[in-house]
């Protein structure tokens, strides 16, 4: 069903609001009803938004003080040469769970976080599009997040740097499993930052104020939509990494192993590629931020706005052009390294472009010396230190005098304490008063910025010096007498001086942050934007209609119109929680999406998740078998309730505009989902066919090696047919499920019942036709190749199987017809996808090494 | 997200995925050559890597040129006629980012011209 078409003249002026006053009787009771969170052990199944958000936030800023813990004992570890506090062994697992943690666990979950609670908010929408993927995403990483921090206190925390270099990490020279629980925990928790990213995509997307068109989308939700793009984009490359290194050291299959045709610089690539927009990726929310804090401060329009949009887009591509500037010390030619050193400057240019436009917007008002814009400046003056000696390193010949030296570590901590611890400060101390009964105190906020910006200067201005008179990085303790005992006691009290700054806070939080359900502290900055109106555990009471960037500021009655359910949807159409989901475009409201209430399913499935890769590192196969099965049932249980179909007529909003319950296709959020779904599967493959490729460069004349032989051309050809024949099954199933009739018999389960037999039939003669050569993964590179590509294949072949049994079961229940017909586009979908992704791999494995004739 | 609407996005960030499909050939390209020691092939006297770099420059900014003046052609025109904000946004953006592309582009395909291609 498609939604109507809609009038265009839908964004109305002040005094015309879509609906009358009074409101009817009991219609904020069933909102407020609805939208109500479960209360004794049952309250952790909530999926609010603003209940997920704050635990989740509060998770992320707990790894933050644990892992500022471990960079404690290691500051106390160098502040005298030849101390012996920590042995070598446990400050190598310090330093990696350091980095590690702050990246991993701090870092991106807390802009994620943070998102999660102001999104919705900021966008004036009753919720993220998927809560209980938000509430999955937070159990996962809670669970397994303190399950790998908990391996320190074990001697098992990983040991080889917070980018895992092999071979150090193979395990020839890491047997222990210390390195698996870097890969799977971390692989794992990767997941769930990528289940985070759909949400946001298509919360940016679909859940905004009726008439909130991109041109006045707040420049957090910009900043957010680019963040999660690039999440989307770059992080399959390391989920791609951790899993050939973790085939690697389990079933020895030498990705990495030169002496068999692998390459450790391969690791380096994929690493990178992920790991330099990681830093962008942190970034770019934090800008966000800082691109709402300074206008309320300055209490005056961000000035080039545009601009900043441009910078946020040109930021996020050219990101993505960076990674190899981590490599410039492995012996690339200079030709490519200078491609890199282009783009690395380059990006400086839209980081300026944001620094002037916030500098110009503070010029062009009355900058209020409060908390956040002190932490505002600070990360101005840090991040722009931290950005001058990333274009020192950035340029190669400099990049090789101070590779590997605490020159790095000193530009790293001021690029992301900089670029995204302080304007998390910021953000918490700016936004505490939409989710707390109680701003928190300017005075203690003052003494936390004064101790954390000192003590960041103190502990890692000196670093610079440290690093240039030659002192590396990661070593646990250095000689007397070389220049370096000085320079490392001030940064160990500068080190201290942090903490204390923080040990304030939290003192601030304690005394200060009280949860608020309706009552919070209001809009005590004077801001402009939708998350300072007035809200409950629904959101805003109703969903206005906005006319500017600056909605608080050109419509002063908003606040109080929106409470008194003048707006759109100012009640529930359906009895149930409900969002309204717009045009992408311009805002328009398209239709009334069904929000799924609490459920232990989202718990349970991230709690089986996280057993499922935990207990795999500690080789409890069979057990971590039985919690992957268990977990897979806790997803169809909770998919299951999805999907509810057309539960009643169109309903109205308001305003005279009638919008669906219920639509499918295109318009549907859960198709966009299964879209990005889909860019993030491309880019795992395309992540491994570039793998491929590059073991095909290191070995040349053995590709494959001469004692191997392709299989003959008549397999691939019939596995081709075979994902083309399911595929066409599958268009010819979708075809059947059109027409008005509902009860019209239609052959759907049998058509998708054939096609599931073609598809994995496909991948099995696939299969059959490398292992009938002798082909070993364990023997060559060439070998480890075709397997994980093949692998890979059967991963998503055996999914579309569950998927494509779920959709006939569904269909053989009574919920899956011509109109309730969403959970077949995303089977259909994903079955399109992988067929395709099948007929690639096999052109590839079978083309490829005849196209090049084994050169 | 209907056709239109997509070629106006296209049209915004096609600068960028032009200077990212130069990015891409020109790095492939020079690994590949240099990986495999064919660097030394000439054609009409001028090295492959440095004449890869040089047309695939030449093909992305014109391309990024063309985008640019189309992007600036509908942002004049939509100055004249009433348009939604949306499409203004759009046009503008467009202007913005292509004619960064122009340059991120160009600064790219400069190392041709001053380092040695395999070095």
């Given at each position: 069903m498609n939604a109507p078409e809609l009038p265009k003249s839908f964004e109305r002026r002040e005094t015309e609001f879509p609906n009358p006053l009074p409101r009817p009787e009991g219609e904020l009771d069933a909102l407020k009803k609805a939208w109500k969170a479960p209360k004794g052990l049952s309250f952790i199944t909530a999926v609010n938004n603003t209940y997920v958000g704050l635990w989740y936030v509060g998770t992320a800023f707990l790894f933050f003080i644990l892992a500022g813990i471990l960079s404690l004992i290691m500051r106390v570890q160098l502040a005298v040469p030849e101390n012996d506090l920590v042995s070598h062994n446990l400050y190598n697992q310090l330093f990696t769970m350091h980095g590690t943690v702050m990246m991993f666990l701090f870092a991106v979950p807390a802009v994620e976080a943070a998102s999660v609670y102001l999104l919705p908010n900021m966008q004036a929408a009753r919720d993220l599009p998927f809560p209980r993927l938000s509430a999955y995403a937070f159990w996962a990483y809670f669970v397994g997040g303190l399950v790998f921090f908990g391996t320190i206190f074990f001697g098992m925390s990983p040991d080889g740097g917070w980018f895992m270099y092999p071979p150090l990490t193979s395990t020839k020279y890491s047997p222990a499993e210390n390195a698996d629980w870097w890969l799977l925990g971390i692989g794992f928790i990767e997941i769930s930052a990528i289940a985070g990213a759909i949400e946001i995509i298509v919360g940016v997307m679909?859940?905004?104020?009726?008439?909130?068109s991109l041109d006045k989308l707040p420049v957090y939700s910009w900043a957010m939509l680019v963040f999660a793009v690039m999440i989307v984009i770059g992080f399959p490359a390391i989920i791609l990494g951790t899993l050939l290194l973790e085939m690697e050291r389990a079933f020895d299959w030498p990705f990495f192993i030169a002496e068999r045709g692998g390459d450790p610089l391969l690791w380096q690539h994929l690493f990178w590629f992920f790991g330099h927009p990681e830093v962008y990726i942190i970034f770019l929310p934090a800008t966000g931020m800082v691109s709402m804090i300074v206008p309320a401060m300055a209490q005056t329009p961000l000035v080039g706005y545009r601009l900043v949009v441009l910078a946020l887009i040109a930021t996020g591509f050219l990101s993505?052009?960076?990674?190899?500037h981590h490599m410039f010390a492995t012996g690339l030619p200079k030709m490519s390294l200078s491609f890199f050193s282009a783009a690395s400057t380059a990006v400086a240019v839209p980081s300026g472009i944001q620094v002037f436009a916030w500098i110009a917007t503070i010029a062009s008002g009355r900058m209020k010396l409060t908390t956040p814009s002190l932490f505002v400046i600070g990360f101005l003056f840090i991040f722009t230190l931290g950005g001058l000696t990333g274009v020192m390193v950035a340029m190669a010949p400099f990049d090789w005098q101070a590779h590997d030296s605490y020159f790095v570590v000193a530009h790293l901590h001021y690029v992301l304490i900089g670029g995204m611890v302080f304007p998390l400060f910021a953000a918490i101390y700016y936004w505490v008063p939409v989710a707390s009964k109680r701003a928190l105190s300017e005075r203690l906020g003052r003494w936390v910025f004064g101790l954390m910006f000192l003590g960041v200067n103190v502990t890692f201005l000196p670093m610079h010096i440290t690093g240039l008179i030659g002192m590396p990085r990661r070593v646990y303790t250095y000689p007397v007498g070389m220049g370096w005992d000085a320079l490392n006691l001030v940064s160990t009290i500068g080190a201290f001086m942090i903490a204390a700054g923080v040990a304030l806070f939290l003192v601030d939080i304690a005394r200060n942050f009280r949860f608020a359900g309706e009552d919070n502290a209001g809009n005590v900055w004077n801001a402009s934007t939708l998350e300072w109106l007035p809200n409950g555990n629904y959101a805003t009471r109703s969903i206005p209609s906005v006319v500017s960037r600056d909605p608080l500021w050109d419509q002063p009655n908003l606040s109080k119109d929106v409470e008194d359910g003048r707006y759109y949807l100012p009640g529930t159409a359906t009895g149930g929680r409900e969002a309204l989901v717009t045009s992408p475009?311009?805002?328009?409201p398209q239709y009334i999406l069904q929000v799924p209430g609490p459920g232990w399913q989202p718990v349970l499935a991230a709690v089986f998740t996280a057993a499922f890769f935990l207990l795999l590192t500690v080789k409890f196969v069979f057990t971590a078998v039985i919690c992957g099965i268990l977990a897979l049932g806790c997803v169809i249980w909770w998919l299951w309730e999805t999907d509810p179909g057309p539960v009643r007529p169109p309903a109205d909003i308001g305003g005279g505009i009638v919008v669906p319950v219920y639509v499918t296709g295109p318009m549907n959020h859960s198709w966009w989902a299964m879209i990005v779904l889909m860019v993030v599967s491309g880019m795992v493959f395309t992540c491994l066919i570039f793998s491929y490729l590059f073991l095909w460069l290191v070995n040349p004349g053995a590709w494959p090696p001469q004692d191997i032989r392709i299989p003959d051309w008549i397999w691939p050809a019939v596995s081709a047919f075979l994902y083309c024949g399911s595929a066409i099954l599958i268009a010819v199933a979708s075809r059947q499920l059109r027409g008005e009739d509902r009860r019209k018999p239609r052959p759907v389960p049998i058509l998708i019942g054939v096609a599931l037999l073609l598809v994995g039939g496909a991948s099995a003669v696939d299969l059959w036709a490398q292992w009938q050569t002798d082909l070993s993964p364990s023997a060559h590179a060439y070998g480890a190749a075709v397997y994980a590509i093949t692998s890979l294949q059967i991963f998503f072949v055996l999914t579309t199987l569950v998927m494509g049994i779920y959709t006939i079961a569904r269909w053989l229940a009574g919920k899956l017809d011509t109109v309730r017909r969403t959970t077949f586009d995303n089977t259909m979908l994903f079955w399109y996808y992988t067929a395709g992704q099948g007929l690639v791999g096999l052109l590839v494995v079978h083309g490829f090494p005849r196209l090049t004739g084994g050169v | 997200m209907s056709g239109a609407r997509t070629l106006q996005v296209l049209l915004a960030l096609g600068g960028m995925i032009a200077w990212a499909v130069q990015f891409t050939i020109i790095y492939g390209v020079t690994s590949t050559l240099c990986g495999r020691g064919w660097a030394d092939a000439t054609i009409f006297g001028i090295g492959i890597v440095p004449l890869t770099i040089l047309t695939t420059t030449l093909a992305t900014l014109s391309a990024a040129a063309i985008l640019l003046a189309v992007s600036l052609r509908e942002d004049r025109r939509l100055r004249i006629r009433p348009a939604s904000a949306t499409d203004s946004f759009l046009s503008h953006a467009g202007v913005l980012i292509n004619g960064f592309s122009l340059v991120a582009i160009l600064w790219n395909g400069v190392p041709a011209f001053i380092l040695p291609a395999c070095a």
């Open positions: 679909k859940t905004r104020a009726v008439g909130m993505f052009g960076l990674w190899v475009f311009d805002a328009r | -």
